[in-house]
């Protein structure tokens, strides 16, 4: 029995490859990327219940991929999902602590999470098509900025931007705000303006390692960006 068991063993792992489904490989480097990105706000099982929600007192919440409560990914065709996932809420009228994902990840490496997602709720999309995703992603220039000293209508309006991008759904200041991308509270004392700058356009060219999505904004909005951020002392 014990030889019979082994002889079945042996054949399922010789002719595996047959078995395997098209498309196994870029599910798994999806779910790898989507552990590292989107699981925080997400959950590890796409449920919509990570760490930062309940730090964030997130409204609207992170969406259930896995439509549990009921049918809403199954609806969304993949271009729309590829959409979400690059462009964020912002790009798809909905609300920014969802961020933009095109600046941080290929589209070859956003496919794969959207393939990733698939799996994860009944659909009837054909799988994705993987022949026209870049495989090189666009980085964003980082010119000089001018932060000077912040005013009062300074902070108040850089708390907007701050607002506006959903940087709370990570980070949290004065213990307001999501868990996983550290306390901003004393900020001001730990970088310089353009640092800070650079950590907010191009995160991977500060810390190779860096989890933070790279946020497309415009200069003028930066400075006023970094000047609040700058204030937090
Ligand atoms: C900082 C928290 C956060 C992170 C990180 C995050 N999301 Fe989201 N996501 C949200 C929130 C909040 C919503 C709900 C937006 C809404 O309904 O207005 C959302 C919505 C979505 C949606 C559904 C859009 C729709 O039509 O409702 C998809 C798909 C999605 N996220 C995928 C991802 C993927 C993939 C990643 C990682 C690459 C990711 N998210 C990372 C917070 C986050
Ligand atoms: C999806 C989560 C996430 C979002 C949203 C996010 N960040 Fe981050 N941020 C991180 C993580 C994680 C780090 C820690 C270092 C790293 O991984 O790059 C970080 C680091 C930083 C730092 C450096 C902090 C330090 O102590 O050195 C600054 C400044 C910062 N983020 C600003 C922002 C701003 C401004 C926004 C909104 C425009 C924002 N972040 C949105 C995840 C996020």
Redesign the pocket.
């Known amino acids: 029995m014990r030889i019979l068991c082994s002889i079945i063993i042996l054949m399922l792992a010789l002719f595996q490859p047959v078995f395997s489904f098209a498309g196994e490989k870029e599910e798994a480097m999806g779910k790898q990327?989507?552990m590292r990105?989107?699981m925080?706000?997400?959950g590890e099982q796409g449920l919509g219940n990570g760490p930062?929600v309940k730090a964030a007192e997130?409204d609207?919440?992170?969406?259930d991929?896995c439509d549990v409560e009921k049918p809403y990914m199954k609806t969304?065709d993949n271009a729309y999902?590829i959409t979400?996932?690059a462009d964020g809420?912002l790009g798809?009228d909905?609300?920014a602590?969802?961020?933009q994902?095109k600046y941080t990840l290929s589209d070859y490496q956003i496919f794969t999470?959207a393939a990733f997602?698939r799996t994860l709720h009944k659909h009837d999309s054909p799988p994705l098509d993987f022949s026209k995703a870049k495989r090189t992603k666009e980085t964003l220039p980082v010119k000089k900025i001018e932060a000077g000293k912040a005013s009062k209508r300074d902070k108040l309006m850089g708390k907007k931007v701050y607002k506006k991008y959903?940087c709370s759904?990570?980070h949290a200041i004065n213990e307001n705000g999501?868990s996983t991308g550290g306390d901003l509270s004393t900020v001001g004392l730990k970088h310089d303006a353009h640092k800070m700058w650079q950590i907010i356009k191009d995160p991977l060219s500060v810390n190779t390692d860096s989890k933070m999505p790279a946020y497309n904004i415009d200069e003028k909005t930066g400075a006023i960006l970094v000047k609040y951020l700058s204030s937090l002392k």
């Not at 609207?60 to 969406?63: H, M, N, Q, S």
């Open positions: 990327l989507f990105y989107c925080q706000c997400h930062n997130m609207p919440g992170p969406r991929l969304k999902l979400a996932i809420g798809i909905k609300s602590l969802m961020p994902f999470i997602i959903g759904g990570c999501g």
